[in-house]
C-alpha cells in the first residue's frame, strides 16, 4: 500500500499527537471509571426523572452536553439490568430503540435487532416471559437461528397463571415526597391551601419572625427574615463597645 507525503505526514503527526497525549495522562479511563459513571446517571435519572431521549441527544436539564452513542447508552442497560432497575433497563432500550434510525454510530453489533433481543431479555428476566416472547416473534424469521431459540425459550417458559402483568419497580425507582421536594414539583391548588405564614417568638427579647409553612408531609418549616444584614453589623459594634469597656 502506497502513501502519497501528505498523508503520511498526517499519520506521522497523529501518531505524535498520541504519543503526548498518552504521556500527559496517567489514568485513562477504565471499566470501573465506565461503570460508576453509569451508575450515576442512573441514580440521577431514578431521582429527578429527567427525559431520557434529550439526555441521549445531548440535552439534560436544558444544558447541552455530548450525545451518547448506542454504545454508551447498552452499557447504561448493561448496569442497570445488573442492578435490578429492570423498568429503568426497558425505558433506556425503548428510548435506544427510537433514536437508533437518526444515528450515524456504526457497528454491526448494535442494531434493532440486538436492541430488541435485549428488550426480550429485561421483560424475561422481569417474570413477563410472554411480553418476551411477542418481541421476538415478529424477528423469528430473520433468519438468526439464536433469536428462535431465544423465542421457543421464552414461550416455553410462559406460565399463564403466574405471568407478571408489569415490571416491579424497585425501591430506587419508586417515588418519594424526598424526591418531588428536590425536584420541585408544583402543588396543587388544594395543597397550596392548607399552606400558610404566622409569626414566631425567637431567642431575641421583643423580636418576632415570619415562619412559612412550606410543606406539610414531611413538614418543612422556612424562617425569613430572622435577623437582617444591618442589625447583624450593629449588635457585632455593640459587642465589640462592651468588650472594649470590660477589657478596660
Known amino acids: 500500500m502506497k502513501f502519497s507525503s501528505n498523508k503520511y505526514s498526517y499519520f506521522s503527526d497523529l501518531n505524535t499527537t498520541y504519543q503526548i497525549v498518552n504521556t500527559n495522562i496517567v489514568h485513562w479511563p477504565g471499566e470501573y471509571d465506565v461503570k460508576a459513571s453509569a451508575q450515576a446517571l442512573l441514580r440521577l435519572r ?26 454508551q447508552v447498552l452499557k447504561i442497560i448493561r448496569i442497570a439490568i445488573d442492578n435490578n432497575l429492570l423498568n429503568e433497563a426497558r425505558l433506556w432500550c425503548e428510548a435506544l430503540l427510537r433514536r437508533l434510525p437518526f444515528t450515524s454510530y456504526q457497528d454491526e453489533n448494535i442494531n434493532e435487532l ?28 430473520s433468519g438468526h437461528s439464536e433469536v428462535d431459540q431465544e423465542y421457543e425459550f421464552y414461550k416455553t417458559s410462559i406460565n ?25 414539583n408544583r402543588k396543587s391548588p388544594q395543597e397550596y391551601s392548607k399552606l400558610y405564614c404566622f409569626s414566631s417568638v425567637t431567642s431575641i427579647p421583643y423580636y418576632n419572625a415570619k415562619v412559612e409553612i412550606a410543606n406539610l408531609q414531611p413538614k418543612i418549616l422556612l ?25 478596660e
Open 114 to 141: 440486538a436492541i430488541h433481543r435485549f428488550l426480550a431479555a429485561i421483560y424475561n428476566q422481569a417474570g413477563m416471559h410472554k411480553k418476551a416472547a411477542d418481541i421476538l416473534l415478529q424477528l423469528t424469521q
Open 46 to 71: 431514578t431521582f429527578y426523572y429527567f427525559n431520557i431521549d434529550k439526555a441521549i441527544n445531548g440535552v439534560l436539564f436544558d444544558d447541552h452536553c455530548q450525545p451518547l452513542n448506542p454504545s
Open 160 to 184: 399463564e397463571t403466574d405471568e407478571k402483568q408489569n415490571i416491579a419497580l424497585t425501591k430506587e425507582e419508586y417515588d418519594n415526597h424526598y424526591k418531588q421536594l428536590c425536584r420541585e
Open 223 to 247: 424562617f425569613h427574615d430572622v435577623i437582617s444584614e444591618t442589625e447583624a453589623a450593629f449588635l457585632r459594634q455593640e459587642g465589640s463597645k462592651k468588650v472594649f469597656i470590660i477589657s
